[in-house]
């Protein structure tokens, strides 16, 4: 056996038992992020998570926006659901009647009221409305049951716009029952779609990029990861185990596990080799600090002209403002923000100058008193007029040079919700939860009914086990470097076993005898 062949032996061994609990929880993880609406009305207490994942604070998304309802009750949407309260925030009451059971089902991305005074939410799951009459909330019968992850509303007159990832929706509010007509929305002249690379691996990764047949391939992959890992400690555990075993009987039984352990990780190793680098490979980019080299770069999507403009907008949507005063529809996308001044009915525009905007998506946008906009993300808060051509850091009020290049996704405020009371305005980090930069603004407690009622969703458990923010806790930020981490050691132990597979199985030696008989009859 070749020096070669011992030290390749050496580094499958260790490398997969320093992460073979790392690749059982991602294979885990990831079947479960592959099915989120089967799973969306699971929850997890949170006293069994890490401190990190308590509410406190208003943090983790509780809060995105809110909506006032008369002179003394307001809405606040948002991760924690609908809750009314009075203008002294002193009262909480859910306002959830009618929505399904689980936290990811009650996930509020934009709520807006009508002029008759009923109420329509946003979802991830779907359009709901609230009726003054029922007092309860409705799912709407909508344009697509594909086409429901809702990401923004707004009410212009009599007509009221759904958008969602993928589409623009109308419909009248003159009848009691809403039909919806897609709005199409005509790419600006001379643009192509793109795809950013982000984007690109993120949907090989998850199979996306195949449909519902790519998610039960990458399932597929999951499970054989899972048999992998299993096998390979099987393999590793079991003859040192035999060594002291007497009785006869439990002593054929590991062989026998032992043997079919040793076999089929070979042989489903070697027949899932390139799709497991695939999967591997993507998922290093997936992550810090790897994301960092992909997050800026786009690639050119061939597109039918036909069917250019249904390219270029899918799964880029992301929010919807009018703006009465210009009389401008503003649509924020993963590509930036664009602008129509007729309604859609012609191309639409996009600003030359934005504001920062993180990865992870708007999460506020909203018209200031004097015409700005507020534009908030995990890269931060910005004030915006791209009539002015003015972009400055909100808090401070400094002009900032916007960077078209490479930059970082995220800023030193991570802003998930934005509030605006009688001019008391209140922000929402991630982390930190609710602040206020204005003088003599006392920000307001999480009550207790409210923590009690937003458990974790399981969804969103196995999404921070699979990106590894679990750890944080325990290793800190040293924990974004377990993905790229075991996704480079999954791939030095594709590629070792691999190798080792062709040296062992003689596919090597013969092919270097044929070559030397070939030699040989030449000469």
């Not at 002193?90 to 109420?119: A, E």
């Not at 490979?281 to 250019?308: D, E, Y």
């Not at 002015?388 to 930059?407: C, D, K, M, R, W």
């Amino acid at each position: 056996m070749s020096r070669l062949y011992k030290s390749f032996q050496k580094y499958h061994k260790w490398f997969a038992l320093i992460f073979t609990l790392f690749f059982i929880l991602f294979a885990l993880s990831g079947i479960v992020l592959n099915h989120r609406s089967l799973i969306s009305g699971v929850d997890v207490n949170r006293k069994w998570l890490p401190n990190s994942y308590a509410l406190k604070n208003w943090n983790l998304a509780s809060v995105k926006g809110d909506v006032k309802v008369g002179e003394d009750s307001i809405l606040f949407y948002g991760g924690a659901g609908v809750w009314l309260t009075d203008s002294a925030l002193s009262k909480w009451t859910p306002f959830m009647n009618g929505f399904p059971k689980g936290s990811d089902q009650r996930k509020i991305f934009d709520l807006i009221q009508t002029p008759n005074g009923d109420y329509f939410a946003a979802t991830r799951f779907g359009l709901y409305r609230y009726s003054t009459i029922q007092q309860s909330w409705s799912k709407q019968q909508f344009f697509s049951e594909d086409d429901e992850f809702i990401t923004g509303l707004e009410v212009v007159k009599d007509k009221l716009y759904v958008l969602t990832r993928n589409h623009l929706y109308t419909s009248s509010l003159d009848n009691a029952n809403l039909s919806f007509t897609k709005v199409e929305l005509i790419v600006p002249e001379g643009s192509k779609p793109k795809i950013t690379i982000f984007r690109l691996f993120w949907i090989i990764h998850s199979g996306e990029i195949l449909g519902i047949s790519g998610r039960l391939v990458v399932d597929l992959m999951g499970l054989i990861m899972l048999f992998l890992s299993i096998t390979g400690l099987i393999y590793f555990l079991f003859p040192k185990i035999i060594k002291r075993v007497k009785d006869k009987i439990r002593l054929s039984r590991l062989k026998r596990t032992t043997r079919f352990s040793y076999n089929w990780h070979i042989k489903i190793g070697i027949y899932t080799s390139i799709l497991l680098v695939i999967v591997s490979f993507t998922g290093i980019f997936l992550r810090p600090p790897f994301l960092l080299l992909v997050v800026n770069g786009v690639i050119t999507q061939r597109s039918n002209p036909n069917n250019i403009n249904e390219i270029f907008w899918s799964d880029k949507l992301r929010d919807i403002k009018y703006d009465e005063q210009r009389d401008i529809f503003l649509l924020a996308t993963s590509d930036g923000i664009y602008y129509s001044r007729n309604g859609f009915t012609s191309a639409l525009k996009k600003f030359p100058v934005e504001p920062p905007v993180s990865i992870m998506g708007i999460n506020v946008l909203e018209i200031l008193d004097n015409g700005d906009y507020l534009v908030g993300s995990f890269s931060g808060a910005y004030r915006w007029n791209p009539y002015t051509g003015l972009v400055a850091e909100y808090f401070s009020g400094q002009p900032i040079h916007v960077n078209s290049g490479f930059s970082s996704p995220f800023g030193s405020f991570a802003i998930a919700g934005f509030s605006n009371n009688s001019g008391k305005e209140y922000f929402f980090d991630y982390d930190k939860g609710i602040f206020s930069t204005q003088p003599n603004i006392h920000v307001f407690e999480m009550p207790q009914i409210v923590k009690d009622s937003f458990p974790f969703p399981l969804w969103n458990l196995a999404q921070e086990v699979h990106t590894c923010r679990i750890y944080s806790p325990i290793i800190g930020l040293f924990y974004i470097l377990i993905v790229p981490l075991a996704g480079i050691a999954m791939l030095v132990l594709i590629i070792t076993g691999v190798w080792m597979w062709y040296k062992k199985s003689g596919v090597g030696s013969r092919k270097s005898e044929v070559g030397s008989q070939k030699s040989e009859v030449g000469s």
